[in-house]
């Protein structure tokens, strides 16, 4: 039977955060900032600062942070049906229906068994070595990213389980020093696999729509095939290398796994063969996958291929609309993701981003005059990455400062599209630099296999890494393709 937590309220933080947020309120703007904008980037602060100390959960963090944005606007002087039609008006935003409809798209590989089967069968094959059974559940994560826009899903509910049994099944616990066997290399791997494929497709984490979104308020397009073709080279890259690295810095005891195969074998057999509802499943990924790369030729764009997708799933049986109906998971992404788009856009309308941008950017460009521009892109996309040690969240770093960095660097001479590309894609690859890094983390950590310095220093490295390939052979490409 499932077990029901209550979910409780953290007073003290949320009374603290409001009496902090009324002080702010009554201080008069600094210059050049209305008072909307003022007020509204207090708003929407409070807002990141309440997801990041988890005062409540995330859905009704945004729900009251939408309430307040409307009492607010509607006490400023707007009438209340304008107020309330400003909050909530990223509910019609193309993009937030793409989040929510993957979401339950994601459910149909879950419900059906087929990304499970994908990944015991590629352990069947590739499983004889440690490795092996590190790039076969790195592939697994590969196939499913397009399609799963929860890392937290497709990874805690579809990856980790894999790669936990494994690990007890060569005697590698998380309770003692036997973790070291196994056990630590592989669930290190899992998270920082996680990262990249998260990275690679604009569809395989819910904080790359919102840089999507604030990309593109900003002037810069950024389509599902740009995406991919911009992030395939230096992912594809990393993809091949980290799992060496983690397997270097976390030197597992077992470098064989013979029995693996069988094992997954085992589990195939138990299975049976594919049944109806996985070849559904996998029909409708062609499908979505197919549309996502040729679509726009047809005039269809990824929220519409979305949408086709989940009728297709609805249509054939594989999911219910009470099955549609029962995943919090999205309608709770419905509520917090409106709340950080319409704020975010917002602050940007009433000129609290730019205002921020200008004074950040003219101080780092005072040091740098005179720089080239590679080398401001640099500094600020290492400082971009890095601020993510004091944030608990992807998606809350992402609308607050994803669009104050991208403004900074159009100003200091970044051009506008490797800007918002390097920016974009390393808000998918900060997510394992700590255990608290993304909401996947705790499910990782928590099964007590990655001590908390093993976790912080392979994070480090392998941080540095993914900046390094993307700074030299990313922008390269990017070059290549005429990006800048």
């Not at 004889?128 to 196939?143: P, Q």
């Not at 005891?253 to 996998?282: D, F, V, W, Y």
């Not at 080398?375 to 890095?386: E, P, Q, R």
């Amino acid at each position: 039977m499932a077990k029901h937590h209550t979910e409780k309220t953290s007073w003290l933080g949320l009374l603290l955060l409001v009496a902090t947020s009324l002080l702010f309120w009554h201080i008069a703007p600094p210059q050049g900032l209305s008072l909307p904008a003022w007020h509204s980037a207090i708003i929407f602060m409070a807002t990141i600062v309440a997801i990041v100390l988890k005062v409540l959960p995330l859905g009704a963090i945004g729900f009251i942070g939408i309430t307040i944005f409307a009492l607010t606007n509607a006490a400023g002087g707007a009438s209340s049906t304008a107020a309330v039609e400003t909050a909530l008006g990223e509910f019609k935003s193309p993009l937030l229906w793409l989040v929510v409809v993957a979401f339950l798209i994601a459910r149909g590989f879950i419900k059906t068994g087929l990304g499970r089967r994908i990944a015991l069968l590629l352990v069947s094959l590739f499983g004889k070595r440690t490795l092996g059974l590190a790039y076969s559940l790195a592939a697994t994560d590969f196939i499913l990213a397009p399609a799963m826009p929860s890392n937290v899903a497709r990874c805690g509910g579809v990856i980790y389980p894999i790669a936990s049994a494994l690990a007890r099944n060569f005697d590698s616990n998380p309770e003692d020093a036997s973790r070291n066997k196994i056990g630590t290399f592989l669930i290190l791997c899992v998270s920082n696999v996680n990262d990249i494929t998260s990275t690679l497709f604009m569809t395989a984490y819910a904080g790359n729509l919102i840089a999507v979104k604030l990309a593109g308020d900003a002037g810069v397009d950024l389509s599902w095939g740009k995406w991919v073709v911009a992030a395939s080279v230096p992912c594809l890259i990393c993809l091949l290398l980290i799992p060496l690295v983690v397997y270097w810095l976390t030197n597992p005891e077992i470098k064989q796994t013979p029995n693996a195969p069988a094992l997954a074998r085992a589990e195939l057999q138990q299975m049976g063969s594919i049944r109806r509802g996985e070849g559904l499943m996998l029909g409708t990924f062609v499908v979505l996958l197919g549309l996502w790369i040729f679509g726009g030729r047809l005039g269809i764009d990824a929220t519409q291929t979305a949408c086709i997708g989940l009728s297709m799933l609805l249509l054939s049986g594989v999911l219910t609309w009470e099955e549609v109906k029962s995943e919090k998971g999205a309608w709770d992404t419905l509520i917090w993701f409106s709340a950080l788009l319409m704020m975010a856009n917002m602050i940007k309308t009433l000129g609290f981003t730019t205002w921020l941008g200008h004074h950040i950017g003219s101080t780092i460009g005072s040091w740098m005059v005179g720089v080239h521009w590679l080398w401001v892109l640099l500094v600020l996309n290492t400082a971009y990455f890095y601020i993510h040690y004091f944030f608990a969240s992807g998606n809350a770093q992402i609308a607050a400062l994803y669009s104050v960095f991208l403004m900074m660097g159009v100003q200091l001479g970044i051009p506008a599209l490797p800007a918002a590309l390097m920016l974009a894609f390393s808000s998918g690859l900060f997510c394992s630099i700590t255990q608290y890094a993304s909401a996947r983390g705790p499910i990782l950590f928590g099964s007590g296999f990655v001590p908390t310095g093993i976790w912080w220093r392979v994070g480090f490295i392998v941080s540095v890494i993914h900046q390094v390939i993307f700074m030299t052979i990313g922008l390269l490409w990017w070059k290549f393709l005429g990006y800048y």
